[in-house]
């Protein structure tokens, strides 16, 4: 392909088609900030979803994995989530109060679930006969405790979309990158 100018019309030569005349728009671009409210809010609009069109969840499948609880997936809208402890429920317990803080609602349920889980198995531990109602028990509040972070896990997943589809985090993401707009707000 060459290109030639002549009188300010820009002229292509293809292979297959010779001469192809092209026009030349000239766009104004401006910064997020310059652009009128409008304009502004089009953006915010149009990009919704750039903070969520990845993998944003990885970082709290992780760090829920070193607590030892597998995140296998979840819905938002429906507000469902599938978590597995992935060793047993003391341990899990453990690792939260000892990596979480006191204002998380992770530690507030590791805490509550703490005295009852020692219980059962300071019970489980004294019987060698294998009493089942023993076994029962200690079942059961690791299944409530699980359930009980499931649905924890389910509020911070929810909580750190609704951050990274808000105006807030759109706006920020936009000025960190340093996008430009057309006058309607419509990103160049």
């Known amino acids: 392909m060459f290109i030639s100018s002549v009188l ?28 009128s409210e409008e304009a ?9 979803d750039i903070n969520v069109d990845y993998d944003w969840w990885n ?31 003391n341990s899990v317990i453990k690792l939260i109060l000892a990596n979480h803080g006191e204002n998380c609602d992770t530690y507030k349920t590791a805490l509550n679930f703490k005295d009852a889980m020692e219980v059962a198995i300071k019970a489980y531990d004294e019987d060698f006969e294998g009493d089942t109602e ?13 359930h009980a972070l499931t649905q924890d896990y389910m509020k911070i997943l929810r909580k750190e979309y ?12 936009i000025q960190c990158n340093e996008y430009e707009f057309t006058a309607r707000g419509k990103i160049h």
């Open 134 to 146: 023993i076994d029962c028990n200690l079942e059961r509040i690791t299944a409530d405790f699980q």
């Open 59 to 89: 970082f709290i499948y992780d760090e829920a994995t070193e607590l030892g609880c597998q995140i296998e997936g979840f819905d938002i809208d429906r507000g469902e989530c599938a978590l597995n402890l992935s060793v047993d429920g």
């Open 162 to 173: 609704k951050y990274l589809t808000s105006r807030d985090a759109i706006i920020e993401t």
């Open 8 to 35: 300010g019309h820009k002229h292509y030569i293809t292979k297959e088609k010779g001469l192809i005349d092209m026009r030349e728009i000239v766009t104004s671009v401006y910064k997020f900030e310059e652009l």
């Open 40 to 48: 502004q809010d089009t953006a915010v609009e149009s990009l919704w």
